[in-house]
């Protein structure tokens, strides 16, 4: 009881300071906003926890995950190292420049995309528990089975994004390109490429917080002894919640990360656009 | 309703077409036979385009003038081959309108400025440059060449959304001026452009025809920048759209600004004014 | 209710677990006045946090991983203890060249990991080799939860269950002599597998003891009953498998297998049993599983009132 | 993610178009998937022709070379050209690296149409129980997405503080929280259902909060321009320009987050106790070394998906064309 | 540079405002003292409008005329409280122009349509009128007279790009004209429209600004329309946005379309391309 009345005046403040920023329509409202809004969660979970003496081995506190995440640096960064960089980058790129590919192929006839699309749609709809086991028996253990996990898992929202993009384009904009009697990569590097970025980013934001998953996920169907994924399903074998915890802490940091990088190219590279000028 | 003197002035002899030498009748470049074209739309087909025949020569600046809505876009854009009649025959340079683009034919300034908002001004000027293989030194040349002409210079690297409505517009005007084709089509251009603006491009237009001996296109509203341009005036009317008038102006080729205030201009402005209220009557 | 028993298993529906399908089946528990619910684990189930979490009044687990959760902090308690032997051994191909353990080294091996590691640690720390990879190592593999890794050659060894995996080997149409097993059984460093542990504090409720002792009575009566009607039992297992992807023939043989892992066991824990499974874990050199021998990890109270 | 790729533009008749599409989209996709399938065929020889050498060798077939070690250093294109006469057999494996078209395809057609539909042994009957938990998730995960689209739209404090979590919180591998979430409803009582579809809603939520931030601020500004000279409030301004204007985006949503909320619904199912639906038959198929199990289940999911997904391409056409956005 | 009259004629007094009776000089409505805007670029800010002072009376018809860029979009959404200046004050019926638009003073006709596609010119028209509660039958029979009166009775069920340009500006005339508003600003309403249209729309306009005693701001690029409508004429001048003329009309407020030839208003319109030809000079 006394969990939950301290529970809901922690969230009641944050939240206050939050509508309050958001007036003041203050230059640090962008970061401090989640900010405060992450230590409230943070703080409500950490005191929810130790009022409501949830058991360690359920969900350890915010503070002795913290203490963990110090004390296992070299584990938890050679396990990024592997899943991250390895498994999850290779195969994120990997789909991402077979997605592109695919769709530049398939744009240039409706009979193609009339055929693709929905062949791309079931393939996005292939369950990563199905797909996880049928790759690692195919290529192994190691990182490439997780890097064709991830990009298996990719390829389908950038293609159908790309594919959108690349007709998102104006009959106007169109008919410019016809009256210059402009060929095939002409009006494709000048108009449906440039026009497509709003929608291709849309597809790379998604896919990266695919990609992390994807490639934690696939360690649980087997792996070397170092990973992400891994740790996590061999330390809630072990009860060791607040490495798990860690883990996905350093989950999160780089996925946001990730999908930062992505929408800062993206803002970079799509100025222009509507959604990015106000 | 006004009957119109004969379009097919000109009959259309191919053989004879852009090969003719001079003293030559000019030959017939746009050549529109019983053109139809019907839009079909969720309740019921649209009539856009009825029965229209009309030949155009070299050198002529044809202005198409007529009640909102009477298929002037929908006819310049089948010149152009972006819409395809319905029926009829449409020959560009003994070509069809397809191929003349693909040839590389036409300039086309549309209704709307669509200027592609990930360049700026001086990049979209510059795209049809890029695509035809202009090199580098006279890409930069003719964009400020033509940027000038429509009075943009200095806003070669502001980007379409900070200019105002008129000035996209003139930017796309530039961008079809840019790369020199033979025949301009131009679908209001100077709707948006107060009136001294506008005389300015209209005499540089009309000097750049002269120079230039271009076939020009062009859709208006107003009467007397028509008949002030024009070789060649064609009158619509809606539902269908149809031509009600073609009227040969018997102008000068050399127009100075102030001859809008002879008689004759002023009979031919009359003239084009009762074609277009013969249309109007007849919703 | 209070005559309600949650049993957590620790994989899925299969004849590892026949002895608790068939007293529910045959309605040894309800004799016993209990309404026994049995949950399936799962590649993603820890049993001992779903005790600790309350979803369960019993788990079944492998003593080392019961330890290590004893150690850090949640208070597991065997109550009893149906297998006597350990199932747990290792599969190699023959051609591999490897006859005993020193010739692991510089080979790949396949373990499962989710608490069920230990007893191979304590193994490879006991026989001195490394398990960071290298040439005086072994490399482990995570491995996954089928035989693929030895079928498809990416290990050279792989754990495997007498009465489990190492049939599906056999399945594949791969013949014992193309084999080399070494059962931890034989190694002399066997653990105790499959015990039903409970949380310390539920024994101080009479009730709950209680409860505790008609369960593991009925468990048991289960369990003898498999032994002697193997066949009956798989059908049973069967019947109570809702993915229906078993089959009878499988299921046939691992009650087989089971019943000999079973058979030496009344049900109480045999305290020798304990302090060898305690000494292995004990003696993993620099990195054991456990940091000291544990207080209170067992008890004979249930099985001494259901036992007689 | 689909985002506005509902739009469509192409002229042309509309009477009549929906069924010109839906005859129009077959050849090709019959086409691509011929192609596919015939890729399939094709590779099946390599990927398990060292399997079938292996098993040929055991039923006293002369293969060269003629031990397992050997041909593992063998390439898989030249054991076969090698040894023709084992390439039959890698058709017809019954634990193939990877299955011939027909097996899986006799599979499906064996657990689907071949048995009662209550059985366990029923695709159909595994395919409701993943299906239930799919549609219950879906339900909850569109409209708490929708609910926090609308309130990141209209309040900047939400906008502010709750997207980089949102981000963030699709970053964690759901199968890790998986256990965590099952254990934690469990001790409150909660079983059966419910769990699985959280999962599922987990995952459905987050296309379908971007999607539609995207769509409910879609219009541009001169149309945003339009009601603030009328004065229109924020529900005006939701009701008659935000989310008509968003309604390709929440098509495009819906169908991404329809599949999403499967793949939940079959995730969510392994750390429930693999009892029953399409993830218990993959987990099982897996762990008994049953490849076509697994491989059945895997296109009966995702010919599931493709079916929820066609239902709401046709009620998007319907829509869409309805509000005059198709032309 | 051509110097204006004093645009501050009559002096802002507020409390006489609205309320002030009939026979009394007619209140101000509008009135910008020094309205200063900057848009701030990518590449360097721009000064859209400078130093703008302008009063505005109850029954004004003011014509902003100007080069394109000269900022008189700007200015109107200044007015409308859709664009905030940077400096300077600007009052609306005595409130900030924010408040006038809550209290939903204007009708507004922006320069380009702006139709919502998912509405049918019909529902587009009865938008603003749901928003501000209209019953059911009312709307109905609003939609139906602005329709007619722009003449598009009968496509009330088309949807905007079913239609031509002239015709979508046309609907979004009407829809600005259904709820009746006060003060009407209008941004080229009539630029894609032609001539005979563009007559009769004018006619329509100040009869039913003489009957409504409406007071309405409009932007042109025609000169005759400025003079044929207003009772004042501001001609701005580019870079930065100013007013360099604002010209009080001698004509009757009565006017048929023949006044068009008279000397007095050829003489305003006279003074009008001055002011605009001086703006362009300063270029
Ligand atoms: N894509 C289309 N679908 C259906 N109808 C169309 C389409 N485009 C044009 N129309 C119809 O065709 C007729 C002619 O249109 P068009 O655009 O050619 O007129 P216009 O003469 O250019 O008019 P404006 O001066 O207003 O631009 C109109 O009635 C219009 O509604
Ligand atoms: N959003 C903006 N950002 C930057 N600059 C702008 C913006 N809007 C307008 N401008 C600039 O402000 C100036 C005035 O623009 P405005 O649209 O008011 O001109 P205008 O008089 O309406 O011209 P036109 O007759 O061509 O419509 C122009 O130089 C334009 O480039
Ligand atoms: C994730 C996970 N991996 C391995 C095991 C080990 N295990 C213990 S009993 C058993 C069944 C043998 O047929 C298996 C595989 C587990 N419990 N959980
Ligand atoms: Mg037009
Ligand atoms: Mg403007």
Redesign the pocket.
Known sequence: MMALVAIIVIWGIGWTMNLALARSGHRSAGWAAPLIFGLTLLLVWEVGVRLGDVSPIILPPPSAIAVTFMASLPILWADFAQTILKGALTGYVLGAVAAFAVAVMVDRSEFLTRGVLPVGAFMAALPIVGTAPIFVKWLGSDWPSKAAVVGVMVFFPILVNTVAGLRDTSAMQRDLMRTYGAGYWPSLFKLRVPAAMPFVFNGLKIATTLALIGAIVAEFFGSPTVGMGFRISTSVGQLALDLVWAEIVVAALAGSAFYGAMAMIEKRLTFWHPSQRK | MVTSSDPRFFENTPGEGPLAGPGAAPPTIIAAKSVDLTFQTGDGPVHALKDVSLDINKGDFVSFIGPSGCGKTTFLRCIAGLETPTGGKLTVNGMSPEEARKARAYGYVFQAAGLYPWRTIGGNVKLPLEIMGFSKAEQAERVARVLDLVDLAGFEK?FP???????Q?RASIARALAFDADILLMDEPFG???EIVRDHLNEQLLQLWARTEKTIGFVTHSIPEAVYLSTKIVVMSPRPGRITDVIESTLPRERPLDIRDTPEFIAIAHRVRDGLRAGHADD | QDNDVTLQLQWVTQSQFAGYYVAQDKGFYEEEGLNVTILPGGPDIAPPQVLAGGGADVMLNWMPSALAAREKGLPVVNIAQPYKTSGLMLTCWKDTGITSVEDFKGKTIGVWFFGNEYPFLSWMSQAGISTDGGDDGVTVLKQGFNVDPLLQRQADCISTMTYNEYGQVLDAGVSPDELVTFKYEDQGVATLEDGMYVLEENLNDPAFVEKMVKFVRASMKGWKYAEENAAEAAQIVLDNDETGAQTIEAQERMMGEVAMLTAGSNGALDEADYQRTVDTLLAGGSDPVISAAPEGAWTHVITDQALN | MVLGAGVGRSAGSISGKMMGDAVRSVLPILTVVAVLLGVWMLSVVPMNIHLAADQAQRDGVVVVPDTPIARQDVGAVALALRNPAVVPMTYVLDRPRLPGPQQVAAELWKTTFGVKVTSKKSLVYHGWVTLSATLLGFAIGTTLGIALAVGIVFSRTMDLSVMPWAIASQTIPILALAPMIIVMLGSLGIQGLLPKAIISAYLSFFPVVVGMVKGLRSPDGMQLDLLRTYHASASQGFWKLRLPASMPYLFASLKIGISAALVGAIVGELPTGARAGFGARMLVGDQYGQPLVTWAALFAAAITAAVLVGIFSLAERASLKRMGMVR
């Open positions: 502001k959304w900070q200019l105002s409505g008129g000035m517009q948006a452009l107060d």
